[in-house]
């Protein structure tokens, strides 16, 4: 059963979720207009866009009610761009790690490779799949500016907040290539883990959007500093989180199977963690197993175990407690109006204490 939105995502979802879905029944008519083919293009991507938590958006949105901005539907409209954005990241991070599951479904490029096989079309599956899911991300990413620019905010403020709504797509896209090459590298330390975390997921989840709602809001520099204080640790420990639920948590509720990031050999925090805590013959069999798709569910229980035993998790879980005490902190030195204070404190624990 799929966990209650808290307060704080609760205010958004529903109106991010309606304009979400407005923009793209219209973008369906374009679309079907140029041939019936898209279909099942759109019908994967909006299964997929369903399930998401919509953590960005209400980011995105408290930051705007913390800068002072009203409650008024074209920030809605700003903050479900976002939304967009995470579709392309999530198309295309499916297509690099060959991953089977996204949020409880087949991934979409698994989806579209299927279609190709059913309907028995010439060539390979796979790579019609891959390159079909390349293209809707590459779509996504393009429907995320236009639903940005169209808001309905008025051209200063969309203006203003242009800058960190470029830097985080720059980001989410560097980071990315930052993970496929500590993979590559194989790279067993922490601050490089940290690093890829930083950008691929840190900034972009939370202080990029708070950035781009404080923006549009005309915010002053000494909040946009302030946001970035509260922000960058929370981000951290929100992305540590998703790495222990990715390795421990309850395929039901994280719409993966659990062990993925084993058998996609992610060089995560917790994963750096276990290799500098555990003896050397776990070391050696970890990094042997590090990255092998056919891992078994024994095989992925023995991993948790390492992982336990060498005090992995409990260095994991000290640092999302210390990253949310300092992101409180931070807070806590803001004025802001009083319910934009109150959603903020709620996504500390939204963003760091979620369903296993």
């Not at 995470?86 to 295309?92: S, V």
């Not at 939370?206 to 970035?228: C, K, N």
């Amino acid at each position: 059963m799929a966990s209650v939105d808290p307060a704080s995502i609760a205010a958004v979802r529903p109106f991010v979720d309606a304009e979400l879905k407005t923009f793209l029944d219209q973008r369906r008519t374009h679309l079907l207009e140029i041939g019936p083919e898209l279909e099942p293009l759109l019908d994967s991507l909006e299964r997929m866009i369903s399930g998401g938590k919509r953590i960005r958006p209400a980011f995105c949105y408290w930051g705007w009610r913390g800068a002072g901005g009203p409650e008024v539907p074209e920030i809605h409209t700003a903050a479900a761009a976002l939304e967009l954005l995470q579709a392309c990241a999530l198309l295309h991070d499916d297509v690099i790690d060959n991953s089977d599951t996204r949020r409880g479904l087949p991934a979409t490029h698994r989806q579209l490779a299927d279609l190709h096989h059913s309907s028995g079309w010439g060539g390979s599956a796979t790579a019609f799949g891959n390159g079909a899911a390349i293209l809707l991300g590459d779509l996504c990413l393009a429907w995320s500016d236009e639903l940005y620019t169209n808001s309905g905010l008025c051209r200063d403020a969309i203006a203003s907040g242009r800058p960190a709504f470029d830097a985080m797509r720059a980001e989410v896209m560097a980071g990315q290539y930052l993970d496929m090459l500590e993979q590559a590298r194989q790279t067993e330390h922490v601050d490089a883990a940290l690093r890829v975390m930083h950008y691929k997921a840190a900034k972009y989840t939370v202080e990029r959007p708070l950035h781009l709602g404080a923006q549009l809001a005309g915010a002053s520099d000494d909040l946009v500093a302030a946001y970035t204080a509260y922000g960058r640790p929370l981000g951290l420990a929100f992305q540590l989180r998703d790495d222990i639920l990715g390795a421990f948590g309850n395929p039901e509720q994280t719409g993966k199977p659990a062990g993925d990031d084993f058998r996609e050999g992610k060089r995560t925090v917790l994963v750096a963690e276990t290799l500098r805590l555990a003896n050397p013959d776990q070391g050696t069999e970890l990094r042997n197993l590090l990255g092998d798709p056919d891992l078994s569910e024994e095989t992925v229980s023995w991993l948790r175990d390492v992982i336990v035993s060498s005090g992995a998790l409990r260095a994991c879980e000290d640092r999302i407690a210390n990253y949310a005490a300092e992101a409180q902190a931070a807070l806590d030195g803001i004025r802001m109006p009083e319910e934009a204070r109150r959603g903020l404190e709620e996504l500390v624990a939204a963003a760091t204490v979620r369903d296993t």
